[in-house]
């Protein structure tokens, strides 16, 4: 079992920066691969940003350039580096871990970004 743990939503002022933190709690000693989701009410669940065990990393084109996903793999931890942020980014953040693929994603309780001047 894997528990999803989410930290770093919160207010902050179009052009600023937002980092937010993902821990997998598990005896699992490594993830095939984790990532964020964004949600907006009213729609559906977005992927914005991924990265396998390896290092390979994919962005949606929203946040290209923008958003930088990291991880620190023996800490089963995920990062979001959020900069230049818009009101477009306002939304509630889902952190999900996978450990093998195409096995159950895990997903936390999510982190709101509210992108406000």
């Known amino acids: 079992q894997v528990q999803v743990v989410e930290s770093g939503g919160g207010l902050v002022q179009p052009g600023g920066s937002l980092r937010l933190s993902c821990e997998a709690l598990?005896?699992?000693?490594?993830?095939?691969?984790m990532g964020w989701y964004r949600q907006v009410p009213g729609k559906q669940r977005a992927m914005v940003a991924n990265?396998?065990?390896?290092?390979?990393?994919n962005y949606d084109d929203s946040v290209k350039g923008r958003f930088t996903i990291s991880r620190d793999n023996p800490k089963k931890m995920v990062f979001l580096q959020m900069n230049n942020v818009n009101p477009a980014d306002s939304a509630v953040y889902y952190c999900?871990?996978?450990?093998?693929?195409?096995?159950?994603?895990?997903w936390g309780t999510g982190t709101e970004v509210t992108v406000s001047s």
């Open positions: 999900y871990a996978q450990i093998d693929p195409g096995s159950t994603r895990y």
């Open positions: 598990t005896t699992l000693t490594s993830i095939y691969e």
């Open positions: 990265m396998y065990k390896y290092g390979t990393t």
